[in-house]
């Protein structure tokens, strides 16, 4: 079987197109579920390689297995999807996704070109995943009433569609805002519930019967100091995120409001303390309106789960990046209050997410720039790809998924419950 090393420089051999790719795919930003052109150049690039795939997939996902039809296989999850312009018009990959697709194309490169998986008994498939970013909910939940969708975000319809049905295991990557060092492992994701609570009450005249009428912002307030003493009762690590607003209330200063709507995301770093909380929030919510007389109706929106990291996996993929930076250059276990739908897909089967630097500017804003291309598209790429090559040529290095099935149908239950 080929060296490492000898894989490894496939990457190298291709610098050039593959810094001219990541800058086609950072100019091609496209939202949720409109990534037509980004899906379009990929499957250009496939067909231009001779590599058959899957389109369209969940709207404008791709998805492309290389290797043995059967046996030990590896999926490399790719985000396409970018953000709208702060500035009002235009889109922009500041979220970085631009970068995971061209990493995920240099590798498949790499191993294609290399013959690699022939020599084994494993695949690779590589997930070109639509909607990462949760938002734009007005366009997808039109995509669902037509029955175009299930869910909003990208991996939620794939899990849902069964293309991850036969994966073993999930590597992704994605761009990190750490200016001092090279890479993170073992990052958390935190997952997250967004919840409605309509209090419906009582209108009256607030100078002349006031008693007469049911104030929802009164069982609102209630309810949201009850929220702020819930926080108290959870550990700091499990990272419970509770800030509710009012998104709606009152209307006329003399009348007693009948209607009040208290908006709040649930978020936290483990699917128990999600769960907990979500239910605690809720009894909190239905109590407060009980006790002033008040009908609470809680609307729920499944968010993403929390990120849980084979730390396995991640042992290998440390070994990988020590042999590109220092130690100190590498950051562990970070405790990040983001989310992803890689959260989601790790909730079924053993799921690592990396991060690499090299960017400049802020996160999911205008000034969002690659500014180190080596280690962005180079480096991190070599690190995708040498943690496939000990995977593939070591079983010792394989992980599995444990009744995928059953934790899929738990999964969507989940979801289907609460959308
Ligand atoms: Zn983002
Ligand atoms: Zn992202």
Redesign the pocket.
Known sequence: MIGKEDLLSYIEKEKQEIFNRGEEFFQCAELGFCEVHTSKKITDLLDEWGVSYLKDVALTGVVATIGKKEGYHIAVVADIDA?PRKSGTGRIH??G?SIQTTMALSVLKALLDSNVLEQTDCRVSFFFTPA??FIDFEYRDRLIDQGKLEFRSGKQNMIALGCFDDVDCALSAHANGDVDTKFDIGSTLAGFMAKKAVFVGKAAHSGAAPHLGRNTLHGATLAMNGISFIKDQFDPVKGLRLNPVLTECGGSVNVIPDCTVLETYVRANDNETLLEACERVDACLEHCAMALGLQCVILNSAGYLPLKQSSQVNKIIKENMLRFCRAEEVIENPVSG?S?DVGDLSFLIPTVQFGFSGITGR??DDNFEVSDKENCYIVAAKVMLGTIYDMIQDKGNRVYSKNFMEKKEEYLNLLRKND
Do not use: I, N, Y
């Open positions: 953000l500041s979220c996704h990462e970013e983001a992803g996160f999911h």
